[in-house]
Nanobody
Framework: QVQLVESGGGLVQAGGSLRLSCAAS????????MGWFRQAPGKEREFVAG????????YYAGSVKGRFTISRDNAKKTVYLQMNSLKPEDTALYYC???????????????????WGQGTQVTVSS
């Protein structure tokens, strides 16, 4: 069983930056593809960014490409999401998730991910 704990959320002004972290325990982190999703009030959960188990491939939603960067440190069992040039529309609860399949392609659909954290709130003021 894998446990995921997100941190790093908060309140920031538009144009600012935040770095989210997701620490994993249990399981074999280095074998999991990792993803970040977000859910705003009244909206469905959406894919934000993902990284394969090796870190060799990343994929981003069009709305964040060029502003967000996903990375991982397998020794620390942690995945990061660096968010720059934040916009009010980035306001949401951000979740990290783990896909235990050794895929070389990042999955963008939530059901592909077996393990989820509790989320960390990101609020961007205008």
């Amino acid at each position: 069983q894998v446990q995921l704990v997100e941190s790093g959320g908060g309140l920031v002004q538009a144009g600012g930056s935040l770095r989210l972290s997701c620490a994993a325990s249990g399981g074999t982190f280095s074998m999991y593809a990792m993803g970040w999703f977000r859910q705003a009030p009244g909206k469905e959960r959406e894919f934000v960014a993902g990284i394969t188990w090796s870190g060799g491939s990343t994929y981003y939603a069009g709305s964040v490409k060029g502003r967000f960067t996903i990375s991982r440190d397998n020794a620390k069992k942690t995945v990061y999401l660096q968010m720059n040039s934040l916009k009010p529309e980035d306001t949401a609860l951000y979740y990290c998730a783990a896909d235990p399949r050794l895929s070389t392609v990042v999955a963008v659909m939530a059901p592909r991910y077996d393990y989820w954290g509790q989320g960390t709130q990101v609020t961007v003021s205008s």
